[in-house]
C-alpha cells in the first residue's frame, strides 16, 4: 500500500474500477454506492432519470442530515469499457496495463466524496447537511443531470469531475449546440437517367460551402464530424445524413449560427430541387461562476485550509455542473486529477487522489 493514499481510499477506488458500467448500464455502480452509504446510516434514493437517459439506472441520491444547500457530486458512467481492467500500482501513481482505461473518469470523483464520508462517520466529525448526487450518462447525454431538480434549499455545488489538478477548477464553460441535417434528393440511375435525379450529396457540399468549421475565435468553434448517404456508385444519392456541432460561451451568438447553418442549406436545397430536415438542441449551456458566487469563495477557503493553489480556469468542454448552472445553481466542477482522461494510457497520482478525497471531506466538516 503506497503511504501517500489512505488504504481505504485506494481500496475503493480499485473496487470501482472493476465494475464495468458504461452510459445506460450503471446499475452496479448505483447499487455500490448504495451499500456503502447505507453501511454508514445514509439509505440513498434513485430518482427516475433512467426515464430519460434509457438506461437501467436513476441518478443515485444520498440526502445527508436533512439534504442541506449544497450538492457533492460524480457521475457513474465510464466512457469506454473498464471489463478486465488490470490496476498498475507504480511509484507515484495508479494506470491501466494500457489494454483498457483505467476509470479514474470519474471512478475518482465518486471514490473521494464516499471515503469522505466514511472518514467522517468513522472519526465522529459533524457533517454538515448535504446532499450527494451520482449522475448517469455523463459522458453521452447529461441525462443524469438534465433530470434532476434541485430542492428549494440548494444554494451551490461541487462536481468532482475534472482532469484538473486538485486546486484548479473549471468556473466557466461554453455551451454546445448539436445538430442533425437530413439532406434529401431524388434516386435516379446515374449512368441513364441522372438527370431524373437529386443529388443530395452535391445538395450537402453547396450547404457546407460557408460552414464555419473550426475555431472562429476565442470563444466560438464549429464541427461537422458526421456525414453519411449514398447506395451505390450508379444511383444518384436520395439522402444525405450529417451531425455536428457549434460550441460559444453566448446563447444567442449560437443560435444565430445555427440558423444561419440551416438558412445555408435551406438555400442550396432550393437551388438543386431538394429540401432539408434539421433538428437542433443545446447538449449543455455556457455557465461562468464569479468570484462572488459562494462555490467559489467556499474553494478559495477550502484550498487555504489544504494549503493549494487555487486556479479557476475556462473549459470548451462540458459537464454536469453545465446542467446545475442552466437550473440557477451555482455550481464549480473540481479538479481530481484523472489525467489523459477516456485513453488507455490514463492515470491518476496518489496525492492528487488523496488530495480530492481531503478536499470533499473538508467540504462535509469544516468549509
Partial sequence: MNNKIHPDLQRLFLDLIQIDAVSGKEQPVADFIRSVTASLGFPAQEDGAASLSGGNSGNIIVPVNGGGD?????????????????????????????????????RGGISAILWALRQAVEQKKAIKPCTLLFSVCEETTLAGS???????????????????????????????????????????????????GVNAIQIAAEGMRNFPFGRIDACTTANIGIIGGGTATNVVPDTVELEGEIRTDYLDQGEQMMQA??????????RLSGSVECA????????????????????????????????GVKSM?????????????????LGVGAQNPHGTDEFILYDDLQMSADMALALLTEI
Avoid at 449551456?285 to 494549503?307: F, G, I, Q
Avoid at 468542454?317 to 466542477?333: E, F, Q, R, V
Fill in 70 to 106: 449544497f450538492l457533492l457530486m460524480a457521475h457513474m458512467d465510464t466512457p469506454r469499457s473498464t471489463k478486465g481492467v488490470k490496476p498498475q500500482l507504480l511509484a507515484d501513481r495508479i494506470t491501466s496495463d494500457g489494454t483498457t482505461i483505467l476509470g479514474v473518469d470519474d
Fill in 146 to 196: 438534465m433530470f434532476y431538480q434541485p430542492s428549494a434549499q440548494m444554494t451551490h455545488g461541487f462536481v468532482f469531475d475534472s482532469h484538473l489538478s486538485p486546486g484548479k477548477f473549471v468556473s466557466e464553460t461554453c455551451g454546445a449546440i448539436a445538430f442533425k441535417m437530413k439532406v434529401k434528393g431524388r434516386a435516379s440511375h446515374a449512368g441513364v437517367a441522372p438527370e431524373k
Fill in 280 to 311: 437542433w438542441h443545446w447538449d449543455f449551456k455556457p455557465y461562468r461562476v464569479s468570484p462572488d458566487n459562494t462555490p467559489y469563495k467556499r474553494m478559495e477557503a477550502l484550498c487555504r485550509h489544504l494549503s493549494l493553489e487555487m486556479e
Fill in 261 to 270: 447553418v440551416i438558412a445555408d442549406f435551406e438555400a442550396a436545397a432550393i
Fill in 317 to 333: 468542454g462540458g459537464s454536469d455542473a453545465n446542467n446545475m448552472n442552466a437550473k440557477g445553481l451555482p455550481t464549480i466542477n
